[in-house]
Structure formats: C-alpha cells, structure tokens
C-alpha cells in the first residue's frame, strides 16, 4: 500500500477522532453539545494533519520518550500558531486565545497545551496508532480507495461551503455597522429634539410670564414661587413629548430591527462558527457584530421552544 493510501486514513481517522475530543472537551467546560469544528462536518482537521506530520517527520524517533515528546510538542504547537495566525489575519480577530495562559506566544499557543499535545501524540504514536493501522489494514484496499475518494470529496465540499459562507461575513457585519449608525443617528436626533423643544417651551413661558408681570423683575422672590407653581405644569408637557419621543423611538427602532434581521438573515454556518468559537465574540473588531449574531440566534431558539410548549 502507498504512502498516500495511509496518510490519506491517518488524516480523515485522526480529524474526526479530534472532533470528538474537542466536542468532549467543551461539553465537559460548557456542559453542552457544541459542533467544534471548523467545517461543518464532523472533523478537525487540524488534528488529522497534525498526526500525520508527527507520524511522518518523527518516525526516526518514535522509540525515544524525550525526542517523540519534544519533537511533537513543537511539531504541534508550530502548526497551531500558524493557523491561528492565518486565521487572525484573515478575520482580523482570534479564533481562539491562550493569553491568560502562562508561558503563552502571541495568544496563539501557550506551555500548558503544548505540553498536552506533546503527550497526546506520544500517546497516539505508541498506543492508539498501532490499532488504528490494524484496523485500515482489515479493509480492502480496493473499498479503501473508493471510501478515500468519498471522504475527500465530501471534505473538499465541507471546506469550500465553509469559506464561501465565512467570506460573506465581512459584508453582512459592514451591513449590520450601517444599521447600527442609523439608530444610533435617531436616538440622538430624536433626544436633541425633545430637548431643544423642552427648553424652548420652558424659555416662551418664562418670556410670556414676564411680559404679563414686568414688576416681578424687581420681585425675584415672587417671581420664584411662581415658576415653582408652574413647574407642575411643565414637567407634565415634558412627559408628554418624552412619551411621543418613546414611541416615535419605538416604530423607529421596529423598522431598524427589520433591517438588522435582513443585515443578519439567517446562516447556520455563522451561527454554529460563533458557538464553536467563543472567543470571536470578544474580538476586538467583530466581537460585538458576534454577539449580535448569537443574541438573535438565542431569541429565534427561545422562540420556537415557547410556541412549541
């Protein structure tokens, strides 16, 4: 059997035993079920990649504890920084974070989980390997071709689904920025208006007040008590326009709301990248468009379970 025919089993085994890992991992930290994987399938590739370089480049070094250690601590951790790098700087902001980790680069990778992988791959090289071979080596190689092809084609579809759906981020969080000026815009506007309106209302009466009463001029004692009396009456005018600026605020924001759900439509894919991935919602440059994404994502599942109870 070719060195492809393997490391093509390696990839697609280890990338959906990853997945699991992952899945266990953040249902243990999270207590529930959450797709970790970047594609929407059931895999990580990261991991199935991962194996095989340590499978491949440290196979000289397979019988020496220190050396298999050390060499897939750095194999591991070098692949994690890149693609957390290639990652951050496509999206311009972290899939994941190591930075409240000690001994930690950039927030990419940190020593405490090189250290796990180091040891996980020692694992995976002296004990779980050996059976995973036996097993790939139980299927003809005939049908183990034609599931290879399967598999790739149906991950090569995954992947390109995946990226197209991510590119359009960009501009459905362009879109959603937009949206978020306008109604901040009204908000403004709108309390400008009521406030304008309110002093000048206050500032005619005042006016009109002293042009019936020019002795009060020289009576500010008198002229006191009776804004205070008049107080009552303002404060019930201003509520009143406060109350027609809530509700003109309201339909405005009603309207606005359309347009965020037209913004943000509807993606599974966005959504289930963003419940992968946590800390994109504290990004720095799309974390609050995140959250937004999974608080409307939140609302629509609250939704449907209360209509359907």
Known sequence: MSGFYQTAWVIFIYSFLGWCAEVVFAACRRGIFVNRGFLNGPVCPIYGFGVALVLWLLE??????????????????????????????FFHDKWWDYSNNPFNIKGYICLEFSIIWGLACVLVVDVIHPMIQKLVDLIPVKAGWWLIGIFAVIMAADALITLIELLKLPKRFKALEEVERMMTAVSDTVGEKVLYEGYENVKEQREAFEERHPELHEKSQEAIKDVLEKRSEINTELKEREDARQARMAERRAELEQRVSAALGRNIIHERIARAYPHLAEGEHNGSHFRTLLERADKRRKEKKDKNA
């Open 60 to 89: 000289p070094v397979k019988d020496s504890f220190p050396l298999l250690f050390l060499g897939s601590m750095v194999l591991t951790s070098a692949l994690e920084f890149i693609i957390g790098f290639i990652m951050e700087s």
